[in-house]
């Protein structure tokens, strides 16, 4: 992976068993990265893992130390298996404490004792934590130090994630992208593709072969946050495209 000297890297931590057995499937990666991406915050890895205490540690405690920003989501319910507080506070060798203002927002609606006694689960954030501001109306995520901790129904974790901003996550630039496709093969374009990409460093530039009812061909994508470099690339892929009579598509095929 190209990158500068500006690069702030993420990565997502996908918490449950549940994506593990294939019974839900996560859509929380495709909207995360592009949130963090127009704040310049680079997702650079997402790992599934499930809902194990030792794991959950462990996978915090290495990615955190990796990563610029490090992302969790899943398992932070009522119920006895939701641990990931628990985990995190282990994690950062820190006790869970009762977020007053927390507890404050889940007795603001009434329910049986032991129902309450659940739900209060939910109000338990490791000391020194910060809240993530759940504009859904339930209960708040939380960031610990470069680690941020968030629902995993999706609804809720893109009600948390429209609250970052600048101030709270620095990034660099954000990663654009062009995409140029032509009816051709990526083995056609293969050799010269690798020349454009020794020739400008600090761009991605990927193949994705389609097929479509006219015909077999390639979609050329090329991805960086210096844009002069960007439309220099975009350029050549379409030279290249035309020195084997084919048309470029702007925008892909």
């Given at each position: 992976?190209?990158?500068g000297?500006?690069?702030?890297?993420?990565?997502?931590?996908?918490?449950?068993?549940?994506?593990?057995?294939?019974?839900?499937?996560?859509?929380?990666?495709?909207h995360?990265?592009?949130?963090?991406?127009?704040?310049?915050?680079?997702?650079?890895?997402?790992?599934?893992?499930?809902?194990?205490?030792?794991?959950?540690?462990?996978?915090?405690?290495?990615?955190?130390?990796?990563?610029?920003?490090?992302?969790?989501t899943?398992?932070?319910?009522?119920?006895?298996?939701?641990i990931?507080?628990?985990?995190?506070?282990?994690?950062?060798?820190?006790?869970?404490?009762?977020?007053?203002?927390?507890?404050?927002?889940?007795?603001?609606?009434?329910?049986?004792?032991?129902?309450?006694?659940?739900?209060?689960?939910?109000?338990?954030?490791?000391?020194?934590?910060?809240?993530?501001?759940?504009?859904?109306?339930?209960?708040?995520?939380?960031?610990?130090?470069?680690?941020?901790?968030?629902?995993?129904?999706?609804?809720?974790?893109?009600?948390?994630?429209?609250?970052?901003?600048?101030?709270?996550?620095?990034?660099?630039?954000?990663?654009?992208?062009?995409?140029?496709?032509?009816?051709?093969?990526?083995?056609?374009?293969?050799?010269?593709?690798?020349?454009?990409?020794?020739?400008?460093?600090?761009?991605?530039?990927?193949?994705?072969?389609?097929?479509?009812?006219?015909?077999?061909?390639?979609?050329?994508?090329?991805?960086?946050?210096?844009?002069?470099?960007?439309d220099?690339?975009?350029?050549?892929?379409?030279a290249?495209?035309?020195?084997?009579?084919a048309?470029?598509?702007?925008?892909?095929?």
């Amino acid at each position: 992976m190209a990158q500068g000297s500006d690069v702030v890297t993420a990565c997502l931590i996908i918490i449950g068993n549940e994506i593990l057995s294939g019974r839900t499937q996560d859509t929380n990666l495709a909207h995360l990265s592009q949130v963090l991406n127009e704040l310049g915050v680079q997702m650079r890895e997402a790992r599934v893992i499930p809902d194990i205490e030792s794991t959950i540690i462990d996978t915090v405690n290495e990615c955190r130390a990796t990563f610029d920003y490090v992302f969790t989501t899943g398992g932070i319910g009522p119920t006895h298996d939701d641990i990931t507080a628990d985990s995190i506070a282990l994690a950062f060798g820190v006790p869970l404490e009762f977020h007053p203002d927390v507890v404050a927002l889940i007795k603001r609606r009434e329910a049986p004792p032991e129902v309450m006694e659940s739900r209060l689960r939910m109000a338990r954030i490791p000391r020194g934590a910060t809240l993530i501001e759940n504009p859904s109306g339930g209960p708040p995520g939380f960031q610990i130090e470069n680690v941020f901790v968030m629902a995993g129904v999706p609804s809720v974790m893109q009600a948390m994630a429209s609250t970052f901003t600048e101030e709270r996550l620095p990034g660099g630039r954000p990663v654009r992208s062009v995409t140029v496709g032509a009816f051709l093969g990526e083995s056609q374009v293969a050799q010269e593709l690798e020349s454009i990409q020794a020739a400008y460093p600090t761009v991605d530039i990927g193949s994705y072969p389609f097929f479509r009812e006219q015909g077999y061909g390639t979609n050329l994508v090329a991805r960086g946050a210096d844009q002069d470099a960007l439309d220099e690339v975009a350029e050549a892929l379409k030279a290249l495209i035309e020195k084997y009579d084919a048309t470029p598509h702007e925008g892909g095929v």
